[in-house]
C-alpha cells in the first residue's frame, strides 16, 4: 500500500536515517538552527548496552552548546582506575593505575576528563531533550527504502508499519550504518581492511560482589584477557572478552556459559554472575569513506562494527562514515562532532544564507580527523589485544582527549596571524595535523578548537547566556551551536564601533558580538552596541588569547572552532565572505 503525502509547509526539510549518537546529534543540532526535522530509526526497539561509553572532553563542550551537559554529568561517571589480576587469581591485586589521570577543570578547559555514560543512556538524554525541547519523536520501526537526488529536494520511499511513504525533502542525513541503504545508493566506497584480531565478546553483565571503583582486568590476549568496567548502573559491568581459547559463539548459543567460563577463570567464589542484557562478537573493521556526501544526502558517523547477531545480540552497530576499533573512546566522539559540524552548515545553505559549496568544506574537514582516528583507534586496538599486552596500552590521555583535533588547513579559515593568509601558504606552514599540535606549539590559530575562558564579569548582555546575569561567566556560555560569535579583544570605541557597524551588516541571525575589555577598563557608550560586553576580571582571556601579528579578533563558528584569527575589518569581511557568499545587507 502506498500513501502518497501531500505538500505542506509543516512538514519537515531534513530527514535523518538513524537514531545512533550521530543521528540524534545531527537532529538536535538542526532542530536549533531552525530547521524541521524526521528522525527515523529502522529498528523496532531503541538500543541497550553500554558499547561506546567514553565521552570525550571536546564531546562534552558540544554537549554543552546543545544545553544537555548538566543531564549528561548528572550521570556519567570518570573514567575509573585499572586494577591488574591474574587469572585463577581472584581478586587479589596486582598493580592499580590510572587509564586516564583525574585532572580538575582550568580555564581554557572546562570538562578535561573523559566520562563513561552508557550509550543507550547518552541516547535516551539526547531523544528526551529532542522530544521535549522541539517536539521531534525518534519512529522506530521506520525503514528507508530507495532515495532519488533532484536538483532542490530528494524523493523518499519509506516503510513504516508496512506502509509505504512517498516523502520528498530537502535534504536527507545518513547516520544509518555502513551497511545502510544511503552510502550505497550513493555509490560512496568504503575502504579499508577487517582486523586479523578477532575472537573478542563483548557485552554487559550483571556482577554481585565485585568492587564498583575499579576497572577490573585478568589475563593477557595470548591466551585469555578479561576485561570488567564498571558502569553508572551499578551491578552491571560491561565486559570484553578475547584470545584464544575465547568460545565466543558459545557464550551467545549457550545459556550461562559466559557466566560459567567468567566463575573459573576468575576463581572468585564471593563473585556472583547474572543476567547478560545485552552480548555481541566483535571483529574489528577499519574503513572509512573518501566523501561525506554528494548534492543533497550526507553522511555523520561511526561506531564500532559487531557481527553475528542472535536472540540476545543486538544488530551490528556501525555508522556511515567510517567503522573502527572500540578502543580509546574516539569512534562515537568522531561521529558527535560529524553531526555538529554538518549541522551549522546545512542551516546556513537551507536558509539561504550560504552557497552549497559550503558544503563541500565539511568533508574537507572531517575526512583528515577520520583519517587519523583511525589510525589512533588502530594502534590502541594492536597494544591491548595482541599477544603480550601491557597495561599501559589502555591509558587515555594526550590527543585522544580530542582537545587538539583541528582544522588549520581549511579553505575557509582566515589567519592573519600569519602574515601572508593565502590558502597555500597556510597549508605550508601548517601542514595537516589533525589530532593535534605534536610539534607542541600552543599558538592559537585560525582552525584549532576556542579555547574556553573562565572569570569573565559580564557587564551588558542583548541575549541570555547559559548561567545567571550575575555569575561569573565562561566565553563558551554565548556559544549554543547556531551563531557565529566574533568576539573582540578591545577597549578602544573607534575600533570596536567600526567593527561592530560591519557586522550590523550581515544578517542578524548568523551572527552576535561580544567584546572583552582588560580588568578596570571600560567600553564607553557607543553607536554600535555588542551583543556582550565581558571584562576580563580574572585576567584569563587577554593571556589566553595573546594573539600574533596585532591580532584583536577572533569568530568563534557555531561548532566551537575558530573560523578566524584577524587584525582588521578586511580580515572579517574575508572570512564572511568565504562563508555567507555575499549575504552582507549593506
Not at 402 to 420: A, M, T
Not at 425 to 444: A, E, F, H, L, W
Amino acid at each position: 500500500m502506498v500513501v502518497p503525502t501531500s505538500s505542506t509547509s509543516a512538514r519537515p526539510e531534513v530527514l535523518v536515517v538513524g537514531a545512533g549518537p550521530s543521528g540524534l546529534m545531527a537532529a538536535l543540532s538542526l532542530t536549533r538552527n531552525n530547521m524541521r526535522v524526521r528522525i527515523i530509526e529502522k529498528s523496532p526497539t531503541h538500543r541497550i548496552g553500554q558499547r561506546g561509553a567514553g565521552i570525550t572532553p571536546r564531546s562534552q563542550e558540544l554537549l554543552k552548546a546543545l544545553g544537555v551537559i548538566d543531564k549528561i554529568m548528572g550521570e556519567a561517571i570518570p573514567t575509573p582506575m585499572l586494577k591488574m589480576h591474574d587469572l585463577h587469581g581472584g581478586l587479589h591485586s596486582g598493580k592499580i593505575f590510572e587509564i586516564t589521570p583525574y585532572t580538575e577543570s582550568t580555564s581554557s578547559i572546562p570538562y578535561p576528563n573523559i566520562m563513561c555514560l552508557g550509550q543507550n543512556n547518552l541516547e535516551r538524554i539526547l531523544r528526551n531533550e529532542l522530544e521535549e525541547a522541539y517536539g521531534v519523536t525518534v519512529e522506530l520501526g521506520t525503514e528507508l527504502v530507495t532515495l532519488t537526488q533532484h536538483a532542490d529536494y530528494v524523493s523518499t520511499k519509506i516503510l513504516k508499519n508496512g506502509v509505504t511513504e512517498n516523502i520528498d525533502y530537502s535534504w536527507v542525513i545518513g547516520a544509518d550504518g555502513a551497511r545502510g541503504i544511503i552510502r550505497k545508493q550513493l555509490g560512496i566506497p568504503f575502504t579499508g581492511e577487517t582486523s586479523n584480531v578477532d575472537n573478542i565478546c563483548v557485552g554487559d553483565v550483571i556482577i554481585e560482589g565485585l568492587d564498583h571503583q575499579f576497572w577490573h582486568m585478568w589475563g593477557d590476549a595470548a591466551t585469555t584477557l578479561i576485561s570488567l568496567r564498571p558502569t553508572e548502573t551499578p551491578p552491571l559491568f560491561n565486559f570484553i572478552i578475547s584470545g584464544q581459547d575465547v568460545d565466543r559463539e558459545g557464550f551467545i548459543s549457550t545459556e550461562g556459559l559466559l557466566q560459567r567460563f567468567l566463575a573459573e577463570k576468575l576463581s572468585a567464589p564471593e563473585l556472583r554472575f547474572g543476567a547478560l542484557p545485552w552480548i555481541s562478537t566483535y571483529r574489528p573493521n577499519i574503513r572509512m569513506v573518501d566523501t561525506m556526501g554528494t548534492g543533497r544526502v550526507h553522511l555523520v558517523g561511526g561506531k564500532l562494527e559487531s557481527s553475528t547477531p542472535s536472540d540476545i545480540t543486538d544488530r551490528p552497530t556501525i555508522d556511515s562514515a567510517h567503522v573502527h576499533s572500540f578502543t580509546g573512546a574516539q569512534g562515537m566522539n568522531t561521529g558527535i562532532q560529524d553531526s555538529f559540524s554538518l549541522g551549522w552548515r546545512l542551516a546556513l545553505v537551507h536558509h539561504g544564507l550560504a552557497s552549497p559549496s559550503l558544503l563541500a568544506t565539511y568533508g574537507e574537514e572531517r575526512l583528515p580527523v577520520i583519517k587519523e582516528m583511525l589510525s589512533q583507534t588502530t594502534n590502541l586496538l594492536n597494544k591491548n589485544l595482541r599477544g603480550q599486552a601491557k597495561p599501559s596500552g589502555w591509558r587515555r590521555e594526550g590527543n585522544l582527549l580530542q582537545l587538539g583535533i583541528n582544522c588549520r588547513w581549511s579553505s575557509i579559515v582566515v589567519d592573519q596571524s600569519i602574515e601572508d593568509s593565502h590558502l597555500q601558504d597556510v597549508k605550508d606552514v601548517n601542514p595537516i595535523d589533525s589530532y593535534g599540535r605534536t610539534d607542541g606549539d600552543m599558538t592559537v590559530r585560525a582552525g584549532d578548537r576556542a579555547p574556553d575562558v573562565s572569570g569573565l564579569r559580564l557587564l551588558h548582555a542583548k541575549f541570555p547566556t547559559s548561567r545567571p546575569r550575575t555569575d561569573p561567566h565562561r566565553l563558551t556560555d554565548v556559544l549554543n551551536g547556531t551563531h557565529h560569535v566574533v568576539v573582540l579583544f578591545s577597549s578602544d570605541i573607534e575600533r570596536c564601533t567600526a567593527t561592530l557597524a560591519l557586522l550590523a551588516s550581515y544578517p542578524e541571525d548568523v551572527i552576535r558580538s561580544a567584546v572583552i575589555v582588560r580588568d578596570g577598563e571600560i567600553l564607553p557608550p557607543g553607536s554600535q552596541d555588542p551583543d556582550f560586553i565581558f571584562e576580563d576580571a580574572e585576567e584569563y582571556a587577554y593571556a589566553t588569547y595573546d594573539l600574533e601579528n596585532q591580532c584583536d579578533v577572533i569568530v568563534i563558528r557555531p561548532d566551537g572552532i575558530l573560523g578566524g584569527v584577524l587584525k582588521d575589518d578586511k580580515g572579517l569581511m574575508q572570512y564572511f565572505d568565504r562563508i555567507l557568499n555575499g549575504s552582507q545587507t549593506r
